[in-house]
């Protein structure tokens, strides 16, 4: 009993924390959401276009680029949906620790699943580039990115981004 005690606790902590968190990313709009998503994908793909000098492997990194945002904006909708659900299920006086857990339980999947098939982009990309290509193009990756995580992304960004 206690166990299940402790996962409904955590199940509205996650959702509570989460939601507040994501609010900041999520709250753009459709419009301005879509604006944002086509500046990345054009500040990226500027990144690109500066460190590789093959037009057709720049080409092939775009498209696996455009791979990993699409990904990126569907990971984040089912994380919306999920926390969504856990809202309406927090609402309701009768729900049961089983109910919070199988959308604890889809939620996580849906990460593993999500993280998998960006991790196989990540491989999959730099096949495409040299060594050299890799390393200056993950250096302007991990400033850009740093622009919108701070610092903590700096210092996180290093060992993610080795070839």
């Known amino acids: 009993m206690r ?3 402790l996962v409904v606790l955590i199940g509205v902590l996650v ?14 709009g459709q419009g301005k959401g879509d ?5 990345a994908s054009q500040d990226v793909s500027g990144l690109v276009e500066k460190h590789v000098k093959n037009p057709e492997t720049v080409k092939q990194v775009n498209a696996v680029m455009g791979e990993m945002i699409t990904e990126i904006k ?47 982009l990540r491989f999959k990309m730099k096949s495409l580039l040299t060594a050299e ?11 850009y990115g740093s622009r919108y995580y701070g610092k903590g992304a700096e ?6 981004a080795q070839p």
């Open 155 to 160: 210092a996180a960004a290093p060992a993610a």
């Open 35 to 39: 604006y944002y998503w086509s500046k």
């Open 74 to 120: 569907s990971a984040r909708e089912q994380h919306r949906q999920s926390h969504r659900a856990l809202y309406e299920l927090n609402a309701n006086y009768t729900a049961t620790p089983e109910e919070f857990t199988k959308i604890l339980d889809e939620l996580n999947n849906n990460r593993m699943r999500s993280s998998a098939r960006m991790l196989s």
């Open 3 to 5: 166990y299940r005690s």
């Open 15 to 28: 959702t509570g924390l989460t939601g507040c968190s994501s609010h900041h990313h999520g709250s753009y």
């Open 133 to 143: 290509e890799w390393s200056a193009l993950s250096e302007e990756l991990k400033r």
